[in-house]
């Protein structure tokens, strides 16, 4: 259970944004706009993140965690403030996740899972009937970081939701790994907001992971943050597969 979420996860810790550089041999299509959209980049933010982990019908091994995450200079750190539940799926799993982010990030290798044309191949997939359009990702490379499904743009070409089946399987116990990753503007910048992630694992069952974040800055600017997330403290701890519990 802990390889096949610590992997999965590792889809959030990408860049959040579409790259601003223009698609070749394109006309104007939703694969034009896509790529020839001019974001502002992603430099640093401060989220509330809260995490949800169970399998199957059983409650044994259903736990939650929330912390404090932050992108500063390059580099990912996070103070985790509250968990409660399964101890095992705390500590082997939700815990796990943010240190495996930290790790993919603080390497320099997030890049690896970007939504770019290094890493997909693109091509229309039509429209919805609320007029969303549809772009088909096809990973250039079997990866557990990259998704083989489809993104979701609204009319104006704005980068919605991600959503499809890991392109290779993180390991013999899971059979499909799905994950949808959802997005929206924040101080000006697109950023990931929720995600939802569920793999069918041997002898198991189904298991599912719940991601959400409430931001408080982002590159830098301030954010309203609802009264449930917690007060921030003036700095946050940068933590590695930390023991300890929450405040």
Known sequence: MRLVWVIAFTLLAGSAVVPGHAAADFSSNPISRFFSRSEQPLRSYRAYRRMHASTGNSAKYEAWLEAWT?????????????ERGSD???????????????ELINS?????????????????GGRGADGAAFVQIK????????????????????????EGKLAKNPSFWTSLVNIVRR????GGVRVPVATETTAKMKFIGTAQMDVTYEYQTVNGRPIAVSALAPSAPGRSAAQSGSSGGGR
Request: glycine letters at 6%; hydrophobic letters at 40%.
């Open 183 to 186: 997005y929206a503007r924040v």
């Open 70 to 82: 932050e992108l500063r200079d390059g580099k990912f750190s996070y103070e985790i403030v509250a």
């Open 139 to 162: 990973p250039r490379r079997s990866d557990v970081l990259l998704v083989d499904g489809r993104a979701v743009l609204n009319e104006r070409g704005e980068l919605m939701r991600v």
């Open 108 to 124: 320099g290798n997030a890049a690896k899972g970007d939504l770019t044309q290094a890493n997909y191949e693109f091509a229309e």
């Open 88 to 102: 095992t799926t705390r500590s082997r799993v939700l815990r796990a996740v943010l240190s495996r982010e930290q």
